[in-house]
């Protein structure tokens, strides 16, 4: 279900800068600006939420690659078959003090680059089947999405009209239009980031535990 297809906010872009068929813009430039749009919709509100689930670890490992293209993680767990334990963030500066690399069940995490890192290594209980890591964050669209398969849930779609516009008439020399949209975008992603998700409460997934530096010697 889709509060706007991607065909419906194609006429209406075409309808407001007045042209109704392709002359400034072809059809798929402009289905281009409103993927561009679904794409910063996702990083500035946080409104698609995944979840990945990580299995097959392997012992001495302390990398994942992941799949998702995540804009913000909120947490990471580590499931070892009978109970879940929440990891903590770290700055991965942090790992480059730590002397003892003994293998363990991971206790600490960083994101770098689409990968995850966890620390200690896995051991080999770790690596057990059926063992996993859970990674819950907000993730980037790829596009809009056709039709019944819109991205972006209801309440969102339609800022991808105003970023659309701002920047077919960028490309028109309308400048005070341009800005005029690019304003109203903007407004609307951070209204609905203040009262959506900031608004739940979350735990601030800057608070992070700082490593102790082992490398320090008593004098």
């Known amino acids: 279900m889709a509060a706007f297809t991607r065909a419906e906010i194609h006429a209406l872009v075409r309808k407001t800068i007045n042209e109704p068929t392709a002359n400034v813009f072809t059809d798929t430039e402009i289905d281009d600006l409103i993927d561009q749009g679904a794409r910063s919709v996702s990083i500035l509100t946080l409104c698609n939420s995944q979840t990945e689930i990580e299995g097959t670890l392997v012992e001495g490992c302390m990398y994942r690659a992941l799949s998702t293209h995540f804009t913000k993680v909120e947490s990471v767990w580590y499931y070892n078959g009978t109970r879940n334990t929440g990891l903590q963030r770290i700055d991965p500066r942090h790992i480059g003090h730590v002397a003892d690399a003994t ?26 089947i059926g063992n996993t890591l859970t990674v819950l964050s907000y993730a980037i669209v790829d596009d809009y999405g056709a039709g019944a398969a819109e991205t972006l849930p209801n309440e969102v779609q339609p800022y991808c009209i105003d970023y659309a516009l701002a920047w077919a008439y960028a490309k028109l020399g309308k400048h005070s239009l341009n800005r005029y949209y690019m304003q109203r ?33 008593a004098q």
């Open 103 to 128: 293998e363990d069940e991971p206790r600490w995490y960083f994101i770098f680059e689409q990968g995850l890192f966890t620390w200690p290594p896995n051991d080999a209980t770790t690596a057990t």
């Open 185 to 217: 975008y903007l407004a609307k992603c951070f209204s609905h980031r203040r009262n959506v998700y900031d608004a739940i409460g979350m735990v601030d997934s800057r608070d992070r535990f700082d490593l102790p530096d082992f490398t320090v010697q």
